[in-house]
Protein backbone atom coordinates (compact mmCIF):
# COMPACT_ATOMS: atom_id res chain seq x y z
CA UNK A 1 0.00 0.00 0.00
CA UNK A 2 1.26 3.36 -0.54
CA UNK A 3 2.26 6.12 1.95
CA UNK A 4 -0.99 8.11 -0.09
CA UNK A 5 -2.92 5.17 0.68
CA UNK A 6 -2.21 4.52 3.97
CA UNK A 7 -3.10 8.53 4.88
CA UNK A 8 -6.37 8.38 2.72
CA UNK A 9 -7.46 5.17 5.14
CA UNK A 10 -6.25 6.64 8.35
CA UNK A 11 -8.33 10.04 7.79
CA UNK A 12 -11.53 8.26 6.59
CA UNK A 13 -11.35 5.64 9.81
CA UNK A 14 -10.57 8.65 11.64
CA UNK A 15 -12.62 11.53 10.37
CA UNK A 16 -15.49 9.85 7.95
CA UNK A 17 -14.90 12.93 5.59
CA UNK A 18 -18.11 14.26 3.07
CA UNK A 19 -14.39 15.04 0.99
CA UNK A 20 -11.25 14.43 0.97
CA UNK A 21 -8.16 14.65 -0.94
CA UNK A 22 -4.59 13.63 -0.56
CA UNK A 23 -2.54 15.28 -2.97
CA UNK A 24 1.42 13.80 -3.86
CA UNK A 25 3.14 17.23 -4.20
CA UNK A 26 7.09 15.45 -4.00
CA UNK A 27 7.88 16.45 -7.28
CA UNK A 28 7.47 20.22 -6.51
CA UNK A 29 9.87 19.87 -3.99
CA UNK A 30 12.90 18.35 -6.21
CA UNK A 31 16.09 19.55 -5.34
CA UNK A 32 14.76 20.85 -1.00
CA UNK A 33 17.09 19.08 -0.06
CA UNK A 34 20.35 16.88 -1.19
CA UNK A 35 17.71 13.75 -0.61
CA UNK A 36 14.56 14.62 -2.00
CA UNK A 37 14.60 14.14 -5.51
CA UNK A 38 11.21 14.72 -6.33
CA UNK A 39 10.28 11.05 -6.73
CA UNK A 40 8.45 9.11 -3.89
CA UNK A 41 6.27 10.47 -1.46
CA UNK A 42 7.87 13.19 0.13
CA UNK A 43 5.49 15.94 0.66
CA UNK A 44 1.81 15.42 1.00
CA UNK A 45 -0.94 17.53 1.10
CA UNK A 46 -4.55 16.95 2.41
CA UNK A 47 -8.02 18.68 2.32
CA UNK A 48 -10.72 16.99 4.11
CA UNK A 49 -14.35 18.12 4.99
CA UNK A 50 -15.65 16.32 8.07
CA UNK A 51 -18.19 17.11 10.56
CA UNK A 52 -15.96 16.02 13.43
CA UNK A 53 -14.36 19.45 13.22
CA UNK A 54 -16.87 21.44 13.68
CA UNK A 55 -16.37 23.38 16.53
CA UNK A 56 -12.62 22.84 16.66
CA UNK A 57 -10.46 25.89 16.18
CA UNK A 58 -7.72 25.35 13.10
CA UNK A 59 -4.77 24.42 15.50
CA UNK A 60 -7.16 21.31 17.28
CA UNK A 61 -8.09 20.46 13.67
CA UNK A 62 -4.61 20.56 12.52
CA UNK A 63 -3.07 18.92 16.20
CA UNK A 64 -5.48 16.00 15.76
CA UNK A 65 -4.69 15.03 11.92
CA UNK A 66 -1.05 15.80 12.58
CA UNK A 67 -1.38 13.11 15.32
CA UNK A 68 -3.10 10.66 13.58
CA UNK A 69 -0.25 10.54 11.25
CA UNK A 70 2.50 10.52 13.42
CA UNK A 71 3.80 7.06 12.21
CA UNK A 72 4.36 8.50 8.67
CA UNK A 73 5.45 11.59 9.69
CA UNK A 74 8.33 9.79 11.85
CA UNK A 75 8.61 7.03 9.28
CA UNK A 76 9.93 9.85 6.62
CA UNK A 77 7.53 12.08 5.37
CA UNK A 78 8.92 15.49 5.50
CA UNK A 79 6.44 18.10 4.90
CA UNK A 80 2.45 17.42 5.41
CA UNK A 81 0.23 20.68 4.22
CA UNK A 82 -3.19 20.20 5.64
CA UNK A 83 -6.60 21.91 4.92
CA UNK A 84 -9.09 20.51 7.35
CA UNK A 85 -12.62 22.47 7.42
CA UNK A 86 -16.16 21.34 8.32
CA UNK A 87 -19.51 21.09 6.70
CA UNK A 88 -20.55 24.71 5.05
CA UNK A 89 -16.89 26.29 5.75
CA UNK A 90 -15.10 27.60 3.05
CA UNK A 91 -12.44 25.90 1.36
CA UNK A 92 -10.21 27.18 -1.29
CA UNK A 93 -10.59 23.44 -3.74
Sequence with gaps: MTLQA??????????????LSVINE???????QPDITGT?????????VSEKFSGMTRLARHRAITELLKPEL??????LAV???APGEATRW
Design 6 to 19: RIEEKLTEAFAPER
Design 26 to 32: SHLHAGH
Design 40 to 48: GETHMRVRI
Design 74 to 79: DAGLHA
Design 83 to 85: EPA
